[in-house]
């Protein structure tokens, strides 16, 4: 049964771009929904039920500086993946980062935060990331997100550059999700509702798949990884703002990389999505960032060198 699930899956990633953070109106959202309240309809283009309520957002910039450019950087171009292992002391900041930040970013040399977690790549049904704090630069309007401590860190002084630049209305809108919660929204609530119209429990769970992510499957359950915008909700127009161009090309100075790039659907199994960001540390997101590779590409390259 898991292999058929699997295959769906696979088949459904390949037939449809789809969306791993948001559950529903990525592309025009006035909902106000949450995974707990919305219904099992929902537009077939758009998977996965890690939630994002989409509120709007009374936040304004209050930091305008109209020199967007990033700082110098001292990095060789490469296209290759070859490990430099790169640190902080290779880049410039604008602002002062303490001792604390930068060992955070400076964090994962090790390969510790570098976990593949995909369609095809489930945690455990019992997987739960150690050291969960509060993430500081989430939206106001919402309770504190959780993310992994040393994440979370870097990614405070990611957002402390960012607002430098003028960007300081990004904030974080979702962030760590359980499996648990996920868990039983799929097979108490989805599941039961597919079987209600008729369907056996494979088909239902195979159609209960196509709006809400399987459990074990979201990277929001690594605490690793944040949806942040200045949107009122998630929404590829993000992508062309000032913003985002700016997170996405400085996110690898403070250990993060921009996890669903464009035009990679195919590969990574999810439509390009500007707001989410998530953590390796400076010295892999350095290299991924000058790859030009999605993780799933990087991983691939580089487990093809150390073998070969
Ligand atoms: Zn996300």
């Given amino acids: 049964m898991m292999k058929n699930i699997l295959v769906l899956l696979l088949c459904a990633a390949l037939s449809a771009s789809f969306c791993a953070c948001t559950e529903i109106g990525v592309e025009n959202s006035n909902?106000?929904?949450?995974a707990e309240q919305s219904s099992s309809v929902v537009d077939s283009t758009v998977s996965s039920?890690?939630?994002?309520t989409s509120?709007?957002?009374?936040?304004?910039?209050?930091v305008i500086i109209d020199d967007s450019s990033a700082p110098d950087v001292t990095i060789d171009n490469s296209s290759t993946v070859d490990v430099k292992y790169t640190t902080t002391d290779d880049y410039s900041y604008a602002v002062t980062l303490s001792t604390e930040e930068l060992d955070a970013i400076n964090a994962g040399s090790g390969r510790e935060f570098m976990i593949l977690v995909n369609k095809e790549n489930k945690l455990s049904d019992d997987y739960v990331p150690q050291n969960l704090v509060d993430v500081r630069n989430t939206r106001?309007?919402?309770?504190p997100g959780k993310m992994v401590e040393t994440a979370e860190i870097a990614l405070y002084a990611f957002l402390k550059e960012a607002a430098y630049y003028g960007y300081g209305d990004v904030t974080v809108t979702s962030a760590y999700r359980s499996i648990s919660y996920q868990h039983s929204l799929f097979y108490n609530k989805y599941v039961p509702q597919e079987m209600a119209k008729g369907l056996d429990r494979e088909s239902a769970i195979a159609a209960a798949s196509k709006y809400s992510a399987f459990p074990g499957t979201s990277e929001h359950h690594t605490g690793l990884c944040v949806d942040m915008h200045n949107l009122s909700a998630a929404s590829q127009t993000f992508g062309s703002t000032p913003a985002?161009?700016?997170?996405?090309?400085?996110a690898h100075r403070f250990g993060f990389i921009l996890r669903f790039p464009q035009g990679k659907d195919d590969i990574t199994g999810?439509?390009?999505e500007p707001w989410h960001f998530r953590f390796v540390g400076v010295h892999y997101a350095t290299e991924i960032y000058e790859s030009g590779l999605c993780f799933e590409e990087y991983l691939a390259a580089d487990n093809e060198a150390e073998v070969g």
Wanted: no cysteine; aromatic share 10%.
């Fill in 270 to 272: 999810y439509m390009w």
């Fill in 244 to 250: 985002a161009k700016w997170l996405a090309s400085n």
């Fill in 49 to 52: 039920a890690d939630t994002e």
């Fill in 140 to 143: 106001k309007d919402r309770a």
């Fill in 31 to 34: 909902e106000t929904e949450s």
């Fill in 55 to 62: 509120e709007d957002s009374n936040e304004s910039s209050n």
